[in-house]
């Protein structure tokens, strides 16, 4: 878009100060900008209120009320307690500055309409186009009360006065007039202000052919290549003067003397005038604000990015607690199958200690036999000893039996310490069988000796046969103290085993409390990433704020024109036809009076706690391509 233009504040955000107005005296003002986003159309999709609490006897604490959500603190760092609508400030005699959202109906409604030589369009379709355009802007006010009008029962409406304004940029656009208010021209941009009092009409009871209360306002200009920058509208119900300008006194006078109004109309651009002049504070007031509101947006993002690390451990905590839980079941699983398995490997060793007795007892039987060795007949012994023999052969076959029983055991352990046990007994049944063989041997030796009568020999073989009689004997006392280590093993399983449920429960009780802070710290993050983003935008907001500011001055010479005008134009007729309808307008004038000092709040308030509210309502651009400012 050429000369892309920084949309700015219009200057009559400072139109609800024109005139000044007697408050209640509080100790704690509540002072509220209601700022809404609107679609091309008019439609609200989002509200932010700005509150500033004004602590005007430097109170420690204020007690608030207020429903908007998502609450931050956006001018300290003063915290605060919350209970449904209920707010506790901690203000330590400081001024309290906050924002929220608020999901609340607006008290004006807007519509928009846009027309291309005479036919109603779409924004997409007149996007772009050439032709004479006209966009109509039409307030609705929503805020409507029943009230008792000289007996009668009347539609009143809370008196706002609304101020909408725009920026255009000259380069394509030409011709451009604006009904109830004024355009400047710099010579690259034109400057559009018009002023609406929606339901005013109605509330004052007056017709539409003695004078017409505007609620709508038309822009046009022919164009070459429409787009359209922000439209700024701010509405205020505040419109009762001081004790000089008490509308309702004014309007009482009237009996006798109209022209009285007039005078008011007169003070009234007087008010205007003094607007104009007041507008530099602003200007320098608004800079300070940006200033801090830089301030807040940074530290609110240091913040955010603390606490992701923060987040970070909590994570990996989590998972560790689920793997440790993973773990200690299947420890529990594996237990019981574990103590099944030691159980078998008990029996396995005392059925082997069985054996080595055997074997222990046939070989001191042997020697004893051989204690008549002679030269004589010695075939029944042969016969016994090849019995002997065939017998150790079965004792190595079932030896080697039970070492592939073990090593298929081994296969289902994972715990080291049962391993080394099995790993034992294997080596302790390797060692039986090669006594075993080794027996084998002396006995096949002894056969010769036998057949070939050789008692040299078969005593020779004796001594040999009470040394491997020694040596199992020692090999007994090392089983039977394997075997029992099996059996203590196996106990402490079981009994370990017992409590493995109290362990699972343990452990899942501690998943779950991770599981509930995880879940606990992803809320606090986004909570954290929502105040982020929406600190941004307020600093984006209050940027546009600042920079508006500095065409305050221009704004509020238009202002004074227009007020100039409406009191020529509009005071002047109402004068007129009041002479009348006095008593009944009368009336009306101070009701609305009353209702526009009821008006003090759009969220809720406190009933010890003044409050002022003003509403800024931002109509989204039509451009061509998205402009991010």
């Known amino acids: 878009m050429k000369n892309k233009i920084t949309i700015k504040i219009i200057s009559v955000v400072l139109l609800c100060t024109m005139l000044a107005y007697t408050m209640p005296v509080f100790a704690i003002t509540k002072d509220e900008t209601v700022y809404s986003k609107l679609d091309a159309y008019g ?53 309290i500055y906050y924002q929220g959202e608020s999901k609340e109906e607006l008290p004006i409604e807007c519509s928009i309409k846009y027309e291309l030589d005479g036919e109603e369009k779409t924004k997409e379709e007149i996007i772009g186009k050439s032709g004479k355009v006209k966009i109509t802007i039409k307030y609705e006010n929503k805020d409507e009360h029943i009230v008792n009008i000289n007996g009668k029962q009347e539609k009143l409406y809370t008196p706002f006065i609304v101020a909408c304004g725009t920026i255009i940029d000259d380069g394509e656009n030409k011709n451009i007039t604006i009904t109830n208010g004024k355009v400047i021209n710099d010579g690259t941009k034109t400057f559009a202000l018009a002023i609406a009092l929606p339901g005013l009409q109605d509330s004052l009871g007056i017709r539409e052919e003695i004078v017409t209360i505007p609620d709508t306002i038309e822009l046009t200009m022919d164009t070459t290549n429409f787009e359209m920058n922000n439209i700024i509208t701010f509405a205020t119900p505040k419109i009762s003067g001081g004790e000089d300008l008490d509308i309702s006194k004014t309007v009482n006078k009237l009996y006798g003397k109209v022209d009285e109004l007039q005078s008011a109309g007169v003070m009234l651009e007087e008010g205007a005038n003094t607007l104009k002049n007041g507008t530099d504070e602003y200007s320098k007031k608004s800079k300070e604000f940006n200033s801090a509101m830089k301030s807040v947006a940074l530290g609110v993002n240091t913040i955010n990015s603390n606490y992701s690390e923060i987040s970070k451990g909590i994570e990996l905590l989590n998972g560790a607690s689920l793997q440790v839980l993973n773990g200690v079941t299947k420890v529990a699983e594996n237990m019981e199958k574990i103590g099944s398995s030691l159980a078998e490997l008990k029996k396995a060793g005392e059925l082997i200690s069985g054996g080595q007795e055997q074997i222990k007892q046939a070989i001191d039987t042997t020697i004893n036999n051989m204690n008549g060795i002679t030269t004589a007949d010695n075939s029944a012994k042969v016969g016994e000893i090849k019995a002997k023999i065939a017998d150790n052969n079965s004792m190595i076959q079932k030896l080697n039996a039970s070492n592939t029983n073990l090593e298929g055991l081994k296969l289902n352990l994972t715990d080291a310490s049962q391993i080394a046990i099995i790993d034992e007994q294997i080596r302790t049944n390797n060692d039986a069988i090669k006594n075993l063989n080794e027996n084998i041997k002396e006995e096949n030796s002894m056969v010769s000796i036998l057949n070939s009568t050789d008692t040299s020999k078969a005593l020779e073989l004796k001594k040999n046969l009470q040394e491997i009689s020694s ?97 020529k134009e509009g005071i002047g007729k109402i004068c007129n036809y009041l002479n009348g309808n006095v008593k009944d307008i009368a009336v009306r004038v101070e009701k609305l009076e009353e209702l526009s000092e009821d008006y003090r709040n759009f969220t809720m308030l406190n009933e010890k706690t003044n409050g002022k509210v003003k509403f800024i309502m931002v109509v989204d651009g039509i451009h061509k391509e998205e402009d991010s400012e």
């Open 43 to 95: 439609k609200s999709y989002s509200n932010i209120v700005n509150a500033h609490i004004a602590n005007e006897e430097e109170a420690e604490l204020i007690n608030d009320l207020s429903n908007l959500v998502n609450i931050v603190n956006v001018g300290g760092d003063e915290s605060f307690e919350k209970n449904n609508d209920s707010i506790i400030w901690k203000a330590e005699g400081k001024d």
């Open 471 to 567: 040596k199992m004997a020692t090999l007994q006392g090392t089983t039977k103290i394997l075997t029992d280590g099996i059996g203590a093993v196996n106990a402490g399983i079981i009994e370990l085993n017992s409590k493995s449920g109290d362990i699972i429960y343990g452990a899942k009780a501690i998943n779950e409390g991770i599981l509930k802070l995880s879940k606990g710290s992803k809320a606090v993050q986004g909570g954290l990433n929502m105040i982020d983003t929406s600190a941004t935008k307020l600093l984006e907001a209050n940027n546009s704020l600042t920079s508006g500011a500095e065409t305050i001055y221009e704004g509020a010479n238009t202002l004074a024109e227009g007020i100039s005008t409406f009191n």
